[in-house]
């Protein structure tokens, strides 16, 4: 037992508890819209920050003491870990984790050593999915960790590094078939580059598409089914990533015909580092019918960089379950890629970070349900546009009018009326349900 401060199952105890180890608001079993909380949300916990994250930052190294790294050698911790996190899900009642093949499983001497050892877990991962139902939400590879990877990996000028690069990536969509992932990520770790006098950018970028066919290829062939999901990132590692938003990865999936098989995965903490709002990129991706999955965090309004916090922000989380719920669902689902902060040093603080996120986003789709009911927005948003439902909207909207032809409308219309935008007032809307109103 790793969780021994965690006697039982975290329970739903309801708003007025205090017992900070249960929740106030997430009750799996709720229906909400015809469906249980569980099935909307499908939470996921982030297996590189909750079991492998040791607080280290650029200042100072690891400052966290796990019992499930106290192990004989590498394969020994990392059974060990494998049984630490279905003991967490478990007691925590999330049905789902996410893995890069290097957090679950370490790098051996050689290709063949490495991909032995990942086997190895996945055979112990499969056996705990097995006996306990938790279920993996998408695996990837780490290409971004070791040293050979400092240029980048599909990205590197050096196709004997983009071979590794696949090498991993073909045995981590093993993996994930194998776990019966819904989903298969690319985050691009060093995809991008320090500077523009040392790199080809359309090689690149050419490169990039080219590996992400032969993994499509491959993955269809492995009998992968679910979604390739890109994660957009603008800066970190790299000065300047590739995947650098929602409407710049959509643009280059069109551009490389890849747009079939894949969706996104956004990232809250992302989304803030691109200077976007969550809620930008969510209706960026959503609008192209192309949101897959979110990553589920936050940053700090005080600095720039990605911290990668737990999400507690109400309105943004409401700004997702609307965005998520007006679309019908996610194919993927609510993955924590949240850490505690460093000096959260007990692991009883994990328990507190998933449960605060858990309970955030279960009111948050209560809220975002009501507000769909009630068309709180929806109704104003519509009538702002209600000129292109008839007429010569209509006609402008079927690709039918021309240019002189509007030139002549407007000649008869006379200068259009001023009309308000009513932001204030939308606002006033949408912090009313946030506190219960209406
Ligand atoms: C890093 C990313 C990473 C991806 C998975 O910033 O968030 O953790 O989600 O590779
Ligand atoms: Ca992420
Ligand atoms: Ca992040």
Request: glycine share 10%; proline share 4%.
């Amino acid at each position: 037992m790793y969780f021994p401060e965690v006697k039982s199952v975290v329970r739903y105890e309801g708003p007025r508890s205090k017992n900070p180890l249960a929740f106030k608001f997430y009750d799996s079993r709720r229906k909400v819209g015809g469906k249980t909380m569980e099935e909307h949300l499908r939470f996921s916990v982030a297996y590189w920050h909750t079991f492998k994250g040791t607080g280290a930052d650029p200042f100072g190294g690891g400052v966290y003491d796990r019992p499930w790294n106290n192990g004989r050698d590498a394969m020994d911790i990392a059974e060990k870990t494998m049984d630490a996190c279905f003991e967490f899900c478990t007691k925590l009642g999330v049905n789902y984790y996410c893995f890069h093949d290097r957090d679950i499983a370490p790098e051996g001497a050689t290709i063949a050593e490495t991909n032995r050892n990942l086997d190895r877990i996945v055979k112990r991962a499969a056996k705990w999915q097995r006996e306990t139902g938790v279920k993996l939400l998408w695996g990837t590879a780490n290409c971004f960790s070791h040293p050979r990877y400092t240029h980048g990996a599909a990205t590197n000028p050096d196709p004997r590094v983009l071979a590794y690069a696949a090498s991993q990536v073909r045995r981590a969509i093993d993996a994930t078939v194998e776990l019966g992932g819904r989903g298969y990520v690319f985050w691009g770790g060093r995809e991008g580059y320090a500077s523009l006098i040392n790199t080809d950018l359309k090689h690149e970028r050419e490169q990039m598409a080219a590996f992400l066919h032969m993994a499509v290829d491959y993955g269809r062939k492995a009998g992968f089914k679910g979604p390739f999901f890109i994660e957009p990132k603008p800066k970190e590692p790299s000065t300047h990533q590739y995947d650098f938003d929602s409407a710049t990865c959509l643009g280059f999936l069109r551009e490389f015909d890849l747009l079939d098989d894949f969706m996104l995965n956004l990232e809250a903490n992302h989304a803030t580092l691109a200077t976007h709002s969550f809620e930008h990129e969510m209706v960026t991706a959503s609008a192209a019918g192309k949101l897959g999955s979110l990553d589920i965090n936050r940053g700090d309004q005080t600095v720039g960089w990605d911290t990668d916090q737990f999400p507690t922000d109400l309105y943004t989380a409401t700004w997702a379950m609307y965005v998520v719920l007006q679309q019908g669902g996610l194919k993927g689902g609510l993955n924590f890629d949240a850490k505690v902060r460093r000096g959260s040093f007990d692991t009883v603080d994990l328990f507190h970070a998933h449960i605060g996120g858990m309970d955030t986003f279960a009111r948050a789709l209560v809220i975002a349900d009501r507000l769909i009911k009630d068309k709180a927005l929806a109704k104003p948003l519509a009538d702002r546009y209600a000129g292109y439902r008839t007429g010569m909207g209509k006609k402008i909207m079927a690709g039918k009018a021309t240019l002189p032809e509007l030139e002549k409308w407007a000649m008869s219309q006379g200068e259009p009326p001023k009309t308000s935008g009513r932001v204030e007032a939308l606002e006033n809307i949408l912090n009313e349900y946030l506190h219960g109103g209406r």
